[in-house]
């Protein structure tokens, strides 16, 4: 059974950190490409950061220099890092596999950033 389980979503002050994780079972994680996305009620879903199964990793404009993607192959973990967050990255964010014809996703974890 594949499952996709986000965790690390959480209220932050503007300027504060958080670092999302994706613990992923019943596929082979590392031939996948694994990215973060989020959604923010009345917009379109927005792709944040990703990673190939060769190790690349690729951004967002809104995010570049402030978010780092991750993954820990031997733990079936994909992470972001999230620093310096601004009231506009409240968003609900899902973690999302990707081999074609296969796409998996995550149930998804609220980020709030507010003071």
């Known amino acids: 059974q594949v499952q996709l389980v986000e965790s690390g979503g959480d209220l932050v002050q503007p300027g504060g950190s958080l670092r999302l994780s994706c613990a992923a079972s019943g596929f082979t994680f590392s031939r996948y490409f694994m990215s973060w996305v989020r959604q923010t009620p009345g917009k379109q879903r927005e792709r944040v950061a990703s990673?190939?199964?060769?190790?690349?990793?690729d951004y967002g404009d809104s995010v570049k220099g402030r978010f780092t993607i991750s993954r820990d192959i031997d733990k079936n973990t994909v992470y972001l890092q999230m620093n310096s967050l601004k009231p506009e990255d409240t968003a609900v964010y899902y973690c999302?596999?990707?081999?074609?014809?296969?796409?998996?996703w995550g149930q998804g974890t609220q980020v709030t950033v507010s003071s």
């Open positions: 999302r596999a990707e081999r074609y014809p296969y796409d998996y």
């Open positions: 990673v190939t199964s060769g190790g690349s990793t």
